[in-house]
């Protein structure tokens, strides 16, 4: 009997006092930090404490030692506060927990293929202009309506760069939604009625996993024009989104008092793919919230997971999972 139960004992934590996460204030990193609690608590021994709040000011907590662990980081989007807190020594990228974050411009599948496809045409940003009429603004009839992210957000700043490089200001009105759950709802409003829509989007997100889109081609990613883009509010040329790679990283003082736990953090990887998957499941089982989401992910991917952590940590955490 103690061999049968050995499994569910876990080990002792590296650390006398919770593991403070990271609790930024998005689908996907609450669900990271979710699978993470959840293999520290379960499979190390360990208390956990996820932390609300911000970019920035999590960022700095990181520094401080307030925080332990960060499950994203968007070196793409803070290039300068991570840069500064990378060179204060106080804190280190461990790995890259998914190397293929998106963004785009997307349409329906339903417009672009199929017999009764009413934009079989529209494949690039470049086409927009021959197709404003499918997506004619309510408001403005003459033009199409763009469906941009919300105001004051990174993303809508470029897109609305975009719009002016690509020169589609005089042929789509730039709609800005209120919030990122406007968006969604926006987009899935048409979906259900099988309507035209011209949207912003990224992943990974619970969006992309749901609805079948196209991806609209841009020309390819270039550096110097995409730090041109962003760096005038007159660009001249732009390019599309580049892939992102979005790194863990952990409190410098932390790594070294806990190294097994910096070891497992590295390890961590997934995909855009799977975690917008994964997504799509908390937004459909809300009552289970990330904890079920994370549950969920946890039996179903054993094989991936598994890879992370040494075999007794594995065996505790899927003596937990029963």
């Not at 202009?129 to 603004?137: A, G, N, V």
């Not at 990330?290 to 007794?312: I, K, M």
Request: positive net charge; hydrophobic residues 40%.
């Amino acid at each position: 009997m103690l061999t049968l139960t050995s499994p569910a004992k876990a080990g002792a934590c590296e650390i006398n006092r919770p593991v403070r996460i990271a609790g930024l204030d998005w689908d996907s990193n609450r669900f990271h930090a979710a699978v993470t609690a959840f293999i520290l608590e379960h499979g190390y021994g360990c208390k956990t404490e996820t932390l609300p709040g911000t970019t920035i000011p999590l960022l700095t907590g990181l520094g401080r030692g307030d925080l332990d662990i960060m499950m994203e980081v968007w070196k793409n989007q803070l290039t300068e506060a991570w840069e500064k807190a990378e060179k204060s020594g106080r804190v280190q990228t461990l790995g890259i927990n998914f190397p293929d974050a998106v963004q785009g411009w997307f349409v329906p599948r339903y417009l672009v293929e199929g017999e009764n496809a009413l934009a079989s045409g529209l494949r690039k940003v470049a086409d927009l202009p021959r197709f404003k009429t499918l997506f004619r603004d309510p408001e403005e009839p003459g033009k199409g309506r763009f469906y941009n992210c919300k105001l004051g957000w990174d993303c809508e700043t470029v897109n609305t760069k975009k719009l002016k490089a690509y020169g589609l200001n005089e042929h789509y009105v730039n709609f800005r939604t209120g919030s990122g759950a406007a968006l969604s709802a926006a987009i899935a409003s048409a979906y259900k009625r099988k309507k035209p829509i011209l949207y912003y989007y990224w992943g990974p997100t619970w969006v992309m996993a749901k609805y079948d889109a196209v991806q609209l081609e841009e020309p390819e990613y270039d550096a110097l024009i995409w730090a041109r883009l962003k760096a005038t509010d007159t660009p001249q040329n732009a390019t599309a989104y580049p892939v992102a790679e979005v790194f863990t990283a952990a409190n410098t003082a932390f790594i070294k008092k806990a190294p097994k736990i910096a070891a497992f953090i590295k390890k961590y990887r997934t995909s855009s793919e799977i975690i917008s998957k994964a997504l799509l499941h908390l937004r459909e089982n809300q009552s289970r919230g990330e904890n079920g989401a994370a549950r969920q992910f946890l039996r179903t991917h054993s094989a991936l997971w598994s890879t992370w952590v040494p075999g007794d940590v594995a065996a505790r955490v899927r003596a937990a999972l029963k």
